[in-house]
């Protein structure tokens, strides 16, 4: 059973353009939560997909980031017009649900550098 | 989220258990404390999580204290592989959301 798939593993943009990352959850597991890490810093949650619905988007800034979960294929997390302070690993995870003791599995994550 | 405290770093000889604790003296009667680790340049990894009761699988054992105002997290023989960050994180019910708040967790180095 293949664990959470992330791509691309690493992505290079200029300031300006966009950035979209690629995120397969594990088989049978329908909701996804990305969360972002700066360099020497801690995991920062985003947002809580399940199947074409945001459930929790407090921690995505308000501005060029959305995400979305369609009902078919993978989660996607946009950036536009990416700028410096971007530069991050961005982290998906999946569960098969919500229950509090469901644990989160996560994939190896994208890291994004601005240039 | 309530909140939890872990000493920054910890170190360990190979071979040796470890004991990494945590505490988290406004858990409330719903919160799971969960135990995540991240190994350098990964995404964080699911260790173990409880409710009341102490809990054991093939990676490490969880000890809630009787009030469970804190728990710790055993490694009962410590491997270079362990070397990573933990994190220790109470689960609760928020309403629509239960997603992990990740604190700064403690630097576990392992050393021959």
Redesign the interface.
């Known amino acids: 059973n293949a664990g959470v798939m992330q791509n691309p593993r690493h992505l290079v943009r200029r300031r300006g353009q966009e950035a979209r990352l690629r995120c397969s959850p594990m088989k049978g597991h329908s909701h996804v939560y990305w969360y972002r890490q700066l360099p020497e810093e801690g995991l920062k949650f985003m947002v809580y997909l399940q199947k074409e619905n945001i459930i929790d988007e407090s921690g995505m800034p308000k501005e060029r980031f959305s995400a979305e979960f369609p009902k078919e294929g993978p989660s996607i997390l946009r950036i536009q017009q990416v700028v410096r302070g971007d530069s991050a690993a961005y982290f998906c995870a999946s569960s098969p649900g919500q229950g509090l003791g469901s644990p989160l599995h996560f994939g190896n994550g994208t890291r994004l550098t601005v240039t | 989220d309530a909140k939890t405290t872990q000493p920054n770093s910890m170190e360990s000889n190979e071979e040796e258990p470890v004991h990494l604790p945590c505490n988290h003296s406004t858990i409330s009667g719903?919160?799971?404390i969960?135990w995540?680790r991240?190994l350098p340049?990964?995404?964080?990894?699911?260790v173990i999580?409880g409710?009341t009761s102490n809990v054991n699988n093939r990676m490490a054992s969880l000890a809630i204290a009787e009030d469970r105002k804190s728990s710790t997290l055993i490694l009962h023989r410590a491997t270079l592989r362990d070397a990573a960050v933990y994190y220790c994180i109470l689960?609760?019910?928020t309403g629509?959301?239960?997603?992990?708040?990740?604190?700064?967790?403690t630097r576990l180095q392992v050393t021959l």
Do not use: I, M, N, V
């Open positions: 719903t919160d799971y969960h995540y991240q340049s990964q995404g964080p990894e699911y999580h409710l689960r609760g019910d629509t959301a239960s997603k992990l708040t990740f604190g700064t967790g």
